[in-house]
């Protein structure tokens, strides 16, 4: 992977931030996404802490606008080139009773966690297609989709997000299909509750609605995992690096759960 172009999006913290550091240890160079230029100049610095030699750009914009994305796509290819691996890390989670869902926060699902996706692998596959066909040298594509365990079940009071996700996975599985023999492969990473701020905020959401402490909201949210525990960001990060990585070209068009077990039973 010495040298390969990968962009992230949402990688300025969390599950985002620990992909960032698994792909520079492998020696990727990295376009680092996210719309907090603060968070991403923080990333950047901490991975060059980290790994000194590692390549870094960061490219702020938000996934649900089209125009920032196709921009900060063309600066990246600009500086390194094709992208080889695309990463469409960037979410938001919103719970509400369905009934209190309006169009506002219906749509605003939509377009971060699914529309984003769509729109970030629309940007970057003409170059990725092209490098994976190279005669005599083509570098294969990787995309890999972080939706959620939300993209194979459901889960109540966040009926928008997981309509979203489950999009994410249909998408996966059709652009897979359709990429199949053109170097290019497109997968799915599906976590449980992960340590990032959406649990974070997930814990405080239920702390004020329902008078427990946040060790208790905490636990309700492992309590779904079979292990009693929550997903760590490093544990998602292991996985796309598989999945990146030589060997993984007959991985395709799979929704991958890191999740303890949950959707076993």
């Not at 300025?12 to 990295?30: E, K, T, V």
């Not at 506002?104 to 984003?116: C, D, E, I, K, R």
Request: aromatic share 4%.
């Amino acid at each position: 992977m010495q040298g390969r172009h990968a962009l992230i999006t949402g990688a300025g913290s969390g599950i985002g931030a620990a992909i960032a550091l698994a792909l520079a240890q492998a020696g990727c160079r990295l376009t680092l996404c996210g719309r907090s230029e603060d968070k991403l100049r923080s990333q950047a610095e901490s991975l060059r802490a980290q790994v000194p030699d590692v390549a870094t750009l960061m490219a702020s914009m938000d996934v649900g606008d089209e125009h920032a994305v196709n921009a900060a796509v063309q600066q990246a290819q600009s500086r390194f080139g094709p992208v080889h691996i695309l990463v469409n890390n960037a979410g938001q989670a919103l719970s509400q009773p369905f009934t209190k869902t309006d169009a506002n926060t219906w749509q605003q699902m939509l377009n971060v966690n699914l529309t984003g996706t769509f729109q970030c692998i629309r940007a970057v596959l003409p170059g990725m297609l092209e490098a994976a066909g190279a005669p005599g040298h083509g570098t294969p594509g990787r995309i890999v989709n972080i939706a959620s365990t939300a993209g194979l079940k459901g889960y109540a009071y966040v009926s928008a997000y997981v309509a979203a996700k489950h999009g994410v996975i249909g998408l996966t599985k059709a652009l897979a299909l359709e990429l199949a023999r053109k170097g290019v492969t497109v997968n799915a990473i599906c976590p449980g509750y992960t340590e990032t701020d959406i649990v974070h905020e997930a814990v405080q959401n239920i702390v004020a609605k329902t008078g427990k402490s946040e060790t208790e909201a905490r636990q309700a949210l492992a309590a779904s995992n079979p292990q009693q525990r929550l997903v760590q960001p490093q544990e998602v990060a292991q996985a796309v690096l598989w999945l990146c990585a030589a060997g993984s070209d007959a991985v395709n068009g799979q929704a991958l759960a890191i999740d303890g077990g949950e959707l076993a039973g």
